[in-house]
């Protein structure tokens, strides 16, 4: 039951406060009253009027006295127990907006109406290791356009947005966002304004990739194209007459015609997969067979490269999801590799062999070849589309620098992982690995 707006457990402990508060009232006024009816009585003798009267009004006037007091010390009761009510419900309130700003994974800082911070959540506090309840936000970034529009928010109630560069702890760009909270109380620590950040290095970065992206293509498609041009120049003009310098021109043009087109395909191969890669292939191909076509197709280029291939299947089928083409472009790229950067006329050795891992198991795929090496260094970047550890000698034997960004792009699609060891002098091994599908009767190939 709710009484003055409390419940009846408070509302009996205000009455019982007020009642002690009034007794011991009534007990200080007692000796007063006591003297003002002695000395009315002497008074009222004296006038000639009966000092039991006069003793009767003093006791109601006592009574009166003990009534009032009490109604006055009720009233004060129930007003300190109501604002202890509110400032309970206030405490609550304020720690469920601090729960719901804890569960936002970007940074949040909260002020109050002096624009002191009064919260930071956890994403803030992994960031801004510095800022404390009760201090101040210029410890978030003293920028003249941040602190104005902080002092605006507070001035105005009008949503802020504004950008800043940061140098520490590392170079980054933060969108800042300032809220400001409707007055919901008078509580000079209540929510006045809320400070989103985001970050935008990655947006940067990404932005950054593409327009270097688009460079080194270009950048790979202009010079074949730029020797074409001078050799169709050279042509129209003194080679004209030159039987010999036009056979050998003609070739080299057919060579740079050959890479822009090899570029063009590994460019379109990429984005299109890079397209398909968050929808992984649901047909179930055996692993063994896939990869036996690819590594056969290639034959001719080791024989020409006199360099054998050794192919070694695993016992049993190797069922996975996957597309075929893709998987044979793959192997192709990664053989290629093995036959164009291995030592001359040494072997490529391409496997496929089953992984336990746990109840589950997976199909590994690994191409190995016995050529230098790869510097370590490199092997973190290698997938990167452009990367190459040594452009001239990649560009000599046909080389568009994509191919093991098609590779990664592929088995990321397939869900699988892609490892690439090397050890200078002794050789290379790329392995893909992909999740076995539960071997049914009905999956088999
Ligand atoms: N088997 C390998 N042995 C040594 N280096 C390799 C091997 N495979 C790839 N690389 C290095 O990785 C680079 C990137 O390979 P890739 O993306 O296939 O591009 P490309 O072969 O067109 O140069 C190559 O330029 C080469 O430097
Ligand atoms: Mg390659």
């Not at 990739?209 to 460079?215: S, T």
């Not at 997969?273 to 896939?290: F, G, Q, S």
């Not at 590594?295 to 192919?311: C, D, H, I, N, S």
């Amino acid at each position: 039951m709710q009484l003055l707006g409390m419940d009846q457990q408070s509302f009996g402990d205000a009455l019982r406060l007020g009642l002690r508060t009034a007794a011991r009232r009534v007990r200080q006024r007692a000796s007063l009253l006591l003297a003002v009816t002695i000395g009315g009585g002497a008074v009222a003798l004296m006038g000639g009027l009966s000092p039991w009267m006069i003793v009767l009004g003093a006791a109601l006037a006592l009574v009166l006295a003990a009534l009032v007091s009490l109604e006055g010390e009720d009233a004060g009761a129930a007003e300190r127990a109501s604002s202890r009510a509110q400032r309970s419900a206030a405490a609550e309130m304020a720690g469920r907006w601090r729960a719901a700003l804890d569960a936002v994974p970007d940074p949040v800082i909260v002020l109050n109406h002096g624009g002191a911070i009064v919260h930071i959540n956890p994403a803030a506090r992994e960031i801004y290791a510095l800022l404390r309840p009760g201090g101040q936000p210029s410890l978030l970034s003293r920028d003249p356009i941040f602190l104005q529009a902080i002092d605006e928010v507070l001035d105005d109630g009008r949503q802020q947005s504004v950008e800043i560069q940061e140098r520490i702890p590392f170079d980054r760009r933060v969108r800042i966002t300032l809220t400001a909270v409707p007055e919901t109380s008078a509580d000079e620590d209540g929510p006045r304004v809320v400070i989103a950040l985001r970050d935008l290095t990655d947006q940067d970065r990404l932005g950054r990739m593409r327009a270097d992206f688009v460079a080194n293509a270009s950048h790979e498609l202009r010079t074949p194209l730029a020797s074409l041009v001078g050799f169709i120049e050279t042509l129209q003009g003194r080679a004209s007459d030159d039987p010999v310098a036009r056979a050998r021109f003609l070739g080299i043009m057919g060579q740079q015609a050959a890479r822009m087109s090899r570029l063009v395909d590994d460019l379109l191969s990429l984005s299109r997969v890079e397209m398909r890669e968050h929808v992984p292939p649901r047909t179930a191909i055996d692993l063994n067979d896939t990869v036996a076509a690819a590594v056969q197709a290639l034959e001719p280029v080791a024989r020409a490269a006199g360099a054998t291939l050794k192919f070694s299947p695993c016992d049993g089928p190797a069922v996975v999801l996957g597309e075929t083409d893709e998987i044979v472009q793959v192997v192709q790229n990664l053989v290629q590799n093995g036959l164009k950067y291995g030592a001359p006329g040494s072997p490529v050795a391409v496997t496929v062999r089953r992984e336990a891992r746990g109840p589950t198991s997976r199909i590994a795929v690994a191409v190995r070849d016995e050529g230098p090496g790869i510097p370590p260094e490199h092997l973190p970047r290698l997938t990167e589309r452009f990367y190459r550890v040594n452009p001239k000698s990649s560009r000599e034997k046909g080389g568009t620098g994509l191919g093991l960004a098609i590779v990664k792009h592929i088995i990321n699609r397939h869900r699988g992982e892609f490892r690439i060891e090397s050890e200078l002098g002794k050789g290379s091994t790329f392995t893909f690995v992909i999740d076995e599908q539960a071997r049914r009767p009905s999956a088999a190939l």
